[in-house]
């Protein structure tokens, strides 16, 4: 009996395995229960995006890049942009250069 337990047991979890997988693949796909997906870009895309556009062609504060961010309906804390934008910096995306004894980021 123990035996059929466990294999009842088995078939269960691969049951609910495949239903997390059929969920995962249709948000992949970019639907879930027929609605599309809506994905929210990420800071550092947001960045990229700024910076192709020509937005960092002259030196820009953190807070020049927050109220721009705004404009464009996406709301950060100021604390939320830092790492992106280190991040950024090391991937030579973006430069940094003080002004006002401060640092601002510009294109490379």
Same mark, same amino acid.
């Given at each position: 009996? /123990?035996?059929?337990? =466990? @294999? /009842?047991?088995?078939?269960r979890r691969v049951e609910r395995l495949e239903e997390r997988l059929d969920r995962i693949e249709k948000m992949i796909s970019g639907k879930i229960e027929g609605?599309?997906?809506?994905? +929210?870009?990420?800071?550092?895309?947001?960045?990229? =995006?700024? !910076?192709? %556009? #020509?937005?960092? /062609?002259?030196? !820009?504060?953190?807070?020049?890049?927050?109220? !721009? @961010?705004? %404009? %464009?309906?996406?709301?950060?804390? *100021?604390?939320?942009?830092?790492?992106?934008?280190?991040?950024?910096? =090391? +991937? !030579?995306? *973006? #430069?940094?250069?003080?002004?006002? #004894? +401060?640092? /601002?980021?510009?294109?490379?």
């Amino acid at each position: 009996m /123990a035996g059929k337990d =466990r @294999l /009842a047991e088995l078939e269960r979890r691969v049951e609910r395995l495949e239903e997390r997988l059929d969920r995962i693949e249709k948000m992949i796909s970019g639907k879930i229960e027929g609605k599309p997906l809506k994905v +929210k870009p990420s800071i550092f895309s947001l960045l990229v =995006r700024l !910076r192709d %556009e #020509g937005f960092f /062609a002259e030196p !820009r504060l953190l807070s020049d890049i927050k109220r !721009r @961010l705004e %404009e %464009e309906g996406y709301y950060y804390p *100021l604390s939320s942009l830092t790492e992106p934008l280190l991040r950024a910096v =090391r +991937k !030579r995306v *973006l #430069g940094r250069v003080k002004k006002e #004894g +401060k640092w /601002a980021y510009v294109q490379r």
